[in-house]
């Protein structure tokens, strides 16, 4: 089992900037890929970046290339999603999720963990 912990979360002006922090704990995380999606009401959950833990390889969905970026830290088994020039149009709560099967997915189907969820507000 792995529990996911996200914190970063909040309200924020459009143009304005968050760093959201998942924090992972229970198994070494050598194979998994970590990804970050997000959900609004009514909609489907949205994949918006992952990251393999092993090689740090990363990958966006094309709304949030060159504003967003993921990382990892492994000392302190943290993925982290630093979120820049954000628009009212990224207001969602956003999800951290492990997948053990180490290739990037954007199905979120295809994620075996999920966090709680924080919730990002951009206003406008």
């Known amino acids: 089992q792995v529990q996911l912990v996200e914190s970063g979360g909040g309200l924020v002006q459009a143009g304005g900037s968050l760093r959201l922090s998942c924090t992972a704990s229970?198994?070494?995380?050598?194979?998994?890929?970590m990804g970050w999606f997000r959900q609004v009401p009514g909609k489907e959950r949205e994949f918006v970046s992952a990251?393999?833990?092993?090689?740090?390889?990363?990958y966006y969905v094309d709304s949030v290339k060159g504003r967003f970026a993921i990382s990892r830290d492994k000392g302190k088994n943290t993925v982290y999603l630093q979120m820049n020039s954000l628009k009212p149009e990224d207001t969602a709560v956003y999800y951290c999720?492990?997948?053990?099967?180490?290739?990037?997915?954007?199905?979120?189907?295809?994620?075996?963990?999920w966090g709680q969820g924080t919730q990002v507000t951009v206003s406008s």
């Open positions: 999720s492990a997948d053990s099967s180490g290739i990037v997915l954007t199905n979120p189907r295809a994620y075996d963990y």
């Open positions: 229970g198994r070494t995380l050598n194979t998994y890929t």
């Open positions: 990251i393999t833990w092993s090689g740090g390889s990363t």
